[in-house]
Structures are given as C-alpha cells and as structure tokens.
C-alpha cells in the first residue's frame, strides 16, 4: 500500500492543486463494479494514501459526508468486491492525524493543534456510522 505524507511546501501546494480538480471523485467512481479489480485495488489505495495526508484538502473532501456516501454506495453495491478496501479506506480517515499533533510541552501525550480538524472527523465518523448496519 502507499503511503503518502506531504514533506516538502511544494507537495503541500502540489496536493492543493489536486483538491481544485475532480481527483476524489474520479477516483471513487472507479471502485464500481464495471472497472477490473486492479484499477478498483488501485483507486482505493490511492484514496487510503489521501486519508493520510490529513490535514489536506484532498483528505477533507474525501471525508466529506457526499464521498463517503459515494464509498460506501460502491462498497454496497450488487456485484461489489472493494467492501474490504472500502474499509481500509475508512480505517485511514479515522487513524489519528500526525500531522495535526503536537508534543504536550510537559512531555506527556501529544495536543491536537486545531479544532477545524476535529469538525471533519466527527461529520466523517457520523457519515460512516449509517452505513453500519448494512455491513
């Protein structure tokens, strides 16, 4: 699986870019049924990498309630095989944000340094809640 963390001012701006095309979107379409499970393995490894760029614009859409939504109708859908990458792209959304936390000055746990953050988690997490009982 990929792993992608902006390290660098010029993949930040590089991942801006990208939330100002349709990128969330064509890749989730490309989970349904009628694409081949290696290009459906590979938008969802692309989306599990975005989760990991939280917090990004791209990660943002991603876990706005319209995506997961799109996620799961795809996960769900008749015929589906991407329900398990499905969920890892979920299990990624909801893995705390490293880049988001500080060290507490007092050497214990880290600090989340911003509450805007937090606002998208929860409304991810809801999003992702109504589609329980049909897993």
Not at 52 to 81: C, D, N, V
Request: hydrophobic share 40%; glycine share 4%.
């Amino acid at each position: 699986m990929m792993h992608c963390e902006p390290k660098h001012q010029s993949d930040l701006s590089v991942l801006q870019w990208l939330s100002e095309t349709p990128l969330i979107n064509m890749l989730l379409d490309r989970l349904a049924p009628e694409y081949s499970p290696h290009v459906q393995s590979n938008a969802a490894d692309i989306l599990t990498a975005i989760a990991h760029t939280q917090p990004s614009a791209l990660a943002t859409q991603l876990m706005q309630q319209q995506s997961i939504a799109a996620l799961f109708s795809r996960a769900l859908a008749p015929g589906s095989k991407v329900l398990v990458t499905a969920l890892d792209v979920c299990a990624a959304l909801l893995e705390p944000r490293r880049a988001q936390q500080e060290p507490s000055p007092d050497g214990g746990s880290p600090i989340s340094s911003t509450a805007g953050g937090n606002k998208s988690h929860s409304e991810a997490i809801s999003s992702m809640l109504q589609y329980v009982p049909q897993l």
